[in-house]
């Protein structure tokens, strides 16, 4: 077997997500609630413009998904606490040697290292159920990896972050050469290129210690976006100064060194828990579209919106306000997941 994880500019078969269930990141009040399953709802909508999409939907939200959702957007009954469906959902992947197969790769899922507040058991047997029900075969990882955590150009380069893969509440025991090769394995990376950190909001009790969806993501092979905060009074100011630097440095699997195209931040810079990490490189690629991460911010939404058109040309670029999503740790990229488009299935 020869397994690789195709670019996400490559055609989907479809997108799968994850409707919210009651619970810690769903929120506490009916307001905050009512919030949640509006803006999933409305990414499930835009991404449905461009390709199909699937819904688990946990059975106590079966009848709110159905009428929310309306008949655009397939449901699966299965259990769901946490829907953060990047990261726990399979990582789809292709076989080079048996053209037409579907691979999936069941990463260990734990709430993004265990923390206390994380509801995540339901959540890590979706790789599993989602394999099953789309009938590909299922690579099994003994890693602690979220699809948040990585990012190809589909010609065998990842991008990676010390502090995700490395990190001691997710794999105790794995250092750079067991990560590397497991990647290598499971979704046919040759070259890692890794980042020393993430973004600063990314690091609070509710983060993912440093998601590379929200820092950085590879365009096309040798081309890659990142993050730019340009105001000096925002920690991530010298935090995207740092990690441009660093990747300048580095060369993808074919030893191009990158070009690198920034993507402003938006003009806020806090909200009521400290420094915001709003990102625009937090988007979803799409069969002919992307959909993009709104914050309320006319001019930079615009602006973003023009950077992405420049990067994915040919592709419509829709924005969906991206705010409810962050509020609870994520955005766009972080609730979706691609399912590539094999032929002769």
Request: aromatic fraction near 8%; include cysteine; glycine fraction near 10%.
């Amino acid at each position: 077997m020869a397994w690789h994880m195709p670019a996400e500019i490559a055609p989907h078969e479809r997108t799968w997500m994850a409707f919210p269930a009651e619970g810690v990141t769903l929120g506490e009040s009916a307001s905050e609630r009512e919030e949640g399953y509006t803006t999933w709802t409305a990414v499930a909508h835009a991404v449905a413009e461009f390709e199909p999409v699937t819904m688990l939907v946990d059975p106590s939200e079966i009848d709110r998904a159905r009428r929310m959702l309306g008949g655009g957007v397939e449901i699966v009954e299965a259990p769901v606490d946490e829907f953060w469906m990047r990261d726990s959902g399979p990582t789809f992947v292709v076989d080079d040697e048996r053209p037409g197969v579907l691979g999936a790769v069941d990463w260990i899922f734990n709430g993004w290292g265990a923390p206390a507040w994380a509801q995540w058991r339901k959540a890590a047997e979706h790789a599993r159920i989602i394999a099953g029900a789309v009938g590909a075969e299922l690579v099994s990882s003994t890693l602690v990896n979220e699809g948040g955590g990585i990012h190809v150009d589909g010609e065998g380069t990842v991008l990676l972050t010390e502090t995700v893969q490395l990190d001691p509440r997710r794999n105790p025991y794995a250092d750079r050469q067991r990560v590397e090769a497991e990647m290598a394995r499971t979704i046919g990376a040759t070259k890692a290129v890794w980042l020393p950190r993430g973004l600063t909001r990314d690091y609070d009790e509710f983060g993912t210690n440093g998601h590379v969806d929200i820092v950085a993501t590879l365009t096309s092979p040798g081309r890659l976006l990142l993050h730019a905060q340009h105001d000096p009074d925002h920690p991530d100011h010298e935090v995207t100064r740092a990690l441009r630097a660093h990747l300048s440095e580095q060369t993808d699997a074919a030893g191009r060194r990158f070009e690198i195209t920034d993507l402003p931040a938006p003009a806020t810079l806090r909200d009521d828990e400290g420094f915001v990490d709003w990102s625009y490189v937090n988007h979803l690629v799409t069969n002919d579209g992307v959909v993009a991460c709104g914050f309320g911010d006319e001019k930079a939404d615009a602006a973003a919106r023009g950077i992405l058109s420049d990067a994915y040309p040919g592709r419509r670029v829709v924005t969906v306000d991206a705010r409810p999503l962050f509020d609870r740790g994520g955005g766009i990229h972080c609730i979706t997941q691609q399912q590539p488009r094999v032929s002769g299935r």
